[in-house]
């Protein structure tokens, strides 16, 4: 069972400011794959502060910068390219062919088309 009950934000893993847990139905099986935490306002809020101060640095980044940061998130997708199918597999109900071929070389395709 997958447990993703906390968000990434500010560089670090966080709990939910108000705990809202999710069950993620796998539909091929109609049975629990997964536990969330849906977000809350307070949560966004938390987000999008920093977001913006983020962004103030990013910014300034380099075009060379944010290849190099584009890259490197393509070269983590490709390590963790086999959990990602899965994981896809399990929330989707997808045949397993499927997950790995389309639907997260799909999510491996933006970042590396914005490189």
């Given at each position: 069972m997958r447990e993703y009950k906390q968000f990434y934000i500010n560089g670090q893993w966080v709990d939910p400011v108000t705990p809202n847990e999710l069950?993620?139905?796998?539909?091929a099986t109609e049975e629990v794959c997964a536990h969330i935490s849906k977000g809350s306002e307070a949560d966004i809020d938390l987000a999008v502060a920093a977001a913006k101060t983020a962004f103030?640095?990013?910014?300034?980044?380099?075009?060379?910068?944010?290849?190099?940061?584009?890259?490197s998130c393509v070269a983590v997708y490709t390590k963790r390219?086999?959990?990602?199918?899965?994981?896809?597999?399990?929330?989707?109900?997808?045949?397993?062919?499927?997950?790995?071929?389309?639907?997260?070389?799909?999510?491996?395709?933006?970042?590396?088309?914005?490189a």
């Open positions: 069950d993620v139905i796998n539909p103030e640095s990013y910014s300034r980044t380099s075009r060379e910068e944010r290849v190099e940061l584009l890259e390219y086999a959990d990602i199918a899965d994981a896809i597999r399990e929330e989707m109900g997808a045949p397993k062919g499927f997950a790995k071929a389309a639907q997260a070389g799909c999510g491996l395709g933006h970042p590396q088309e914005a």
